[in-house]
Every structure is written in structure tokens, then in C-alpha cells.
């Protein structure tokens, strides 16, 4: 997109401003990296916004899945969003004829979003009242409102068509590109719209309230598909991450408890005093995991992810089992193949073919009951069962009992609910049940499902 930075504001107060609203949306930059953002502004100037977002991004960003907050936020505080703003036009099938052109040639479509926004994006007045300080506060701008007179998807199928191909292949590889470059433009819609929103309503307001949230911030529940794409990009450098830490605590896990007669024996040569204790070292081994996952629509996004997240990390344990369930419970283990990751929408594949479905409704009592009568023997006492799910029974049957037995087996059980807490003893909800058997963890987005399967896993 097509812009000039700002100039009214002194760039340190921005900086600091910048940086303080980071670190707000989870982005922990602290003292020595706004000081290097500050010396990359010096040794890159400001002439180009391009460079400089990309010296920033340098500087204060540390996990992947940070840029695209980093974007948003970038474009609020530092480039000019006082810029004309042209009279709406109401030629809608000759913007997207041109849109549709410009997209097939493959050029800069910025200021086909900018036309497309006054066109078919300001409510409230806000066309009218653009460049006022005030403004009526139902006053706005839509992306959602612009991309839908649009209609993105009837645009992708004419781009591919037009774009060609002789073959399967190629018709497959079109469809894609047209849809990326869709995608591109939505993007730069959506840019736009908080441009004019955050000159109506204020950067602040704006910069609190219409960011969209980063990958590894996303929940679970509410996640697009593309939301979702971005998460499995973060899943191989998460585990990385997890399988390091593991590593650290099991080395660390290999020295047991004290050794009172040997260490009563080196404290002679201090008078007695136990100065250096001598720990019994204990026998290495990994410990197992079994994972019974919810697979039905409600919890898809959640169980893909957590099902491929378990599967990198499968290295550091003896052995994996993982099993599916809807209403009924089967083992899913072999729809993963080691140091391969499953292809997208796998989950889909699992509940057509992996027999995980009677009637077609959640059913955890059923479920467990299935899961004990013919899979307990996956559990012993060096195995750590992981339950993925919301724990909505549909008002059936929880069955606590087949909980219990499970639960009697296991080193450990830990239950992933992707639903927020507050959310759990209400409607068919049985997670209040369940949690006087195991302990349930909130787990709705990447980061707090780092958090505690780097907490929970056993060395």
C-alpha cells in the first residue's frame, strides 16, 4: 500500500507509543530492543515506509507468528492516514473489472482499495465527515462491507480462469495464486479501513480495539481458515522449542533423591555438615502418551492442531497413541506418519473413515466407555493421557466412572479445554463434573497451549 509516514508526531514519542501498544497485544519488547528500533530509525531514515517496518520488525520481534499484529500496528503509528479521501463512485461493475484486470497482470492494487473503500465501505457518514477532528461515534469504515459488494470469491474463479492452464495441475496452481491475490487485497482493504477508523476515532482507540489478533493469539474456537493456516505454520518451531525445554528438565530430572548414607559419609571431611548431599541417580527413560481427542466440528481447529503439535514432539516420549472420538472412541494413531506432518483438514479425514461416528452428536460418556472397554491397556503407570475437548456431552451420560478408571491407571491426567472457564458450567457442560476427577486447563489459543503442554508434559 501505497503511503508516507508521519510527520506531525516526534518519531521517539511514537516509538515509545508504539512499542507500549506491543506489548499489550503480547508482544514483549523491552528496553534494549526499543533501543535498537530507535538506532535502526536513525540508520534507515524514514523516506521509505517498506524498510522501515521491515528494520522495526527486526528489532522488537522474537516468535513467528508476531508480524501480522506487528503490521497493524505498524501502519496505526507511523504511516499517514490523513490523506484524501475521494467521492464515492457508483460504477460497481467497472471497479471490478478493473480490479479483476489489475489482479490478473499481477500489479499494485492499493489504490483499487482505496476506490473500493470509499465506494462501498463508509457508514454512518463517515465519507462525509472524513478530515473533521469529530465525528458521530457510529461513524466508520468496512472492509467487510466492501469486500462483500465485491464478492471475492466470483473474482478468484475469473482470475484463475483467465490466468489459464492446460492441465490439472495447473488449473490447481491458477486457483490458488488468484486466490492469494484476493487475499492481498483484502488485506489492503482492511488496512485502509483502520487508517480512516483510527482518523475518525483516534489511533489509540483504534490500535485497542480493531487489530486482529496474531496467530499464536487466535482462538481456537472462532479461527478462520486462514487463521488457521497461519496457526500450523507455528507448530514445527513450537515444538522445537517444547522438545528443548523437555530435554532440560528430563537431564535435570535424572538426579533423584538424597542418598543419606553416602551423603552422611562425605560430610566426615566437614565436621558433619552436609555441605554437599549426594543424590540417588535415578533409571532414564521417556514415558508414554496417550492422547484421546474430540474431533467433532465444534473443536476441529483445536484438535488438528493440538493431534500435529503432539505428533512433533513424539520423539521425546517411548511411544505415542492417539485416539479420536465423536460419540464413538477409535484409535487414529497411524493417520500420522513420524517427521511427516498431516495434511490440512485431516480431522475431516478421521471422522469419515476412522469409524468415530455412530450418530453424529459429542458424546464423551459414550466415548470413554468405548475407550476403556477396548483401549485401557494403552495406560500404565509411565503414561501421561492427554483429553482434548470442550466438554460438552449434549446432555448425555458424562460418565465420571470410565474418567475415574482411566485416571486410576495413569501416571497423570490432563484435560485441554479450547472454551474460555467462565464457559464451563454453563449449558451442556459437564467440565465442572470432570474437574473433580482430573485438572482441566484453559487452552484456547497457541500461546496458552504452549504454556501448558510445556507445564504439564512429564520428563
Given at each position: 500500500m501505497s503511503a508516507t509516514l508521519r510527520d506531525t508526531t516526534p518519531t521517539t514519542d511514537r516509538l515509545v507509543g508504539f512499542v507500549g501498544l506491543l506489548r499489550e497485544h503480547g508482544i514483549h519488547a523491552g528496553p534494549s530492543e526499543t533501543v535498537d528500533a530507535a538506532a535502526a530509525i536513525v540508520a534507515l531514515g524514514t523516506a521509505d515506509p517498506r524498510v522501515l517496518r521491515s528494520g522495526l520488525a527486526a528489532c522488537l520481534l522474537r516468535r513467528d507468528g508476531q508480524r501480522t499484529v506487528f503490521d497493524q500496528l505498524f501502519d496505526l503509528y507511523f504511516l499517514d492516514g490523513n490523506r484524501p479521501v475521494s467521492t464515492p463512485g457508483e460504477a460497481t461493475a467497472d471497479l471490478r473489472d478493473r480490479l479483476i484486470a489489475t489482479l490478473i497482470q499481477g500489479s499494485d492494487t492499493a489504490e483499487l482499495a482505496r476506490e473500493a473503500l470509499n465506494t462501498f465501505g463508509a457508514y454512518g457518514g463517515a465519507g462525509e465527515s472524513a478530515g473533521r477532528v469529530t465525528t458521530a461515534s457510529g461513524a466508520g469504515w468496512s472492509s467487510y462491507m466492501t469486500m462483500k459488494s465485491l464478492r471475492p470469491g466470483e473474482i478468484?474463479?475469473?482470475?484463475?480462469?483467465?490466468?489459464?492452464?492446460?492441465g490439472q495441475f495447473d488449473a490447481a496452481v491458477h486457483t490458488i495464486e488468484a486466490r492469494r491475490r484476493v487475499e492481498q487485497f483484502r488485506a489492503q482493504v482492511q488496512a485502509e479501513a483502520r487508517l480512516r477508523s483510527a482518523q475518525l476515532r483516534g489511533t489509540d482507540y483504534i490500535a485497542r480495539r480493531g487489530v486482529e489478533p496474531g496467530g499464536d493469539s487466535t482462538d481456537f474456537l472462532g479461527a478462520r481458515e486462514q487463521d488457521l493456516a497461519e496457526m500450523r505454520k507455528l507448530v514445527h518451531p513450537l515444538a522445537r522449542k517444547l522438545a528443548t525445554r523437555l530435554a532440560v528438565r528430563r537431564k535435570k530430572a535424572v538426579r533423584g533423591s538424597i542418598d543419606l548414607r553416602r551423603t552422611l559419609r562425605r560430610s566426615m571431611a566437614t565436621g558433619g555438615v552436609p555441605v554437599d548431599p549426594v543424590l540417588r541417580a535415578r533409571k532414564r527413560g521417556r514415558p508414554d502418551l496417550v492422547v484421546l481427542a474430540d474431533v467433532s466440528g465444534s473443536v476441529t481447529g483445536f484438535s488438528e492442531f493440538t493431534l500435529q503439535l503432539v505428533q512433533a514432539l513424539q520423539d521425546q516420549f517411548s511411544r505415542v497413541r492417539s485416539f479420536g472420538f465423536v460419540d464413538v472412541c477409535a484409535e487414529i494413531t497411524h493417520y500420522f506418519t513420524p517427521g511427516e506432518p498431516p495434511p490440512p483438514g485431516f480431522a475431516q479425514s478421521i471422522v469419515r473413515e476412522a469409524g468415530v461416528?455412530?450418530?453424529?452428536?459429542?458424546?464423551?460418556?459414550?466415548?470413554?466407555?468405548?475407550?476403556?472397554?477396548?483401549?485401557?491397556?494403552?495406560v500404565g503407570p509411565r503414561t501421561c493421557v492427554l483429553i482434548l475437548g470442550d466438554a460438552r456431552t449434549n446432555r448425555t451420560d458424562?460418565?465420571?466412572?470410565?474418567?475415574?478408571?482411566?485416571?486410576?491407571?495413569?501416571?497423570?491426567?490432563?484435560?485441554?479445554?479450547?472454551?474460555?472457564?467462565?464457559?464451563?458450567?454453563?449449558?451442556?457442560?459437564?467440565?465442572?463434573?470432570?474437574?473433580?476427577?482430573v485438572t482441566m486447563h484453559e487452552c484456547r489459543n497457541v500461546r496458552q497451549l504452549a504454556e501448558v503442554v510445556g507445564r504439564l508434559l512429564p520428563a
Open positions: 478468484s474463479e475469473q482470475v484463475a480462469q483467465t490466468l489459464g492452464g492446460t461416528v455412530r450418530f453424529g452428536s459429542s458424546n464423551y460418556g459414550e466415548a470413554l466407555q468405548g475407550f476403556t472397554d477396548h483401549y485401557l491397556d494403552a458424562p460418565n465420571l466412572a470410565a474418567l475415574q478408571a482411566i485416571t486410576e491407571r495413569a501416571k497423570a491426567v490432563y484435560w485441554l479445554n479450547p472454551e474460555p472457564a467462565r464457559s464451563w458450567s454453563t449449558g451442556d457442560s459437564a467440565a465442572d463434573a470432570y474437574t473433580e476427577i
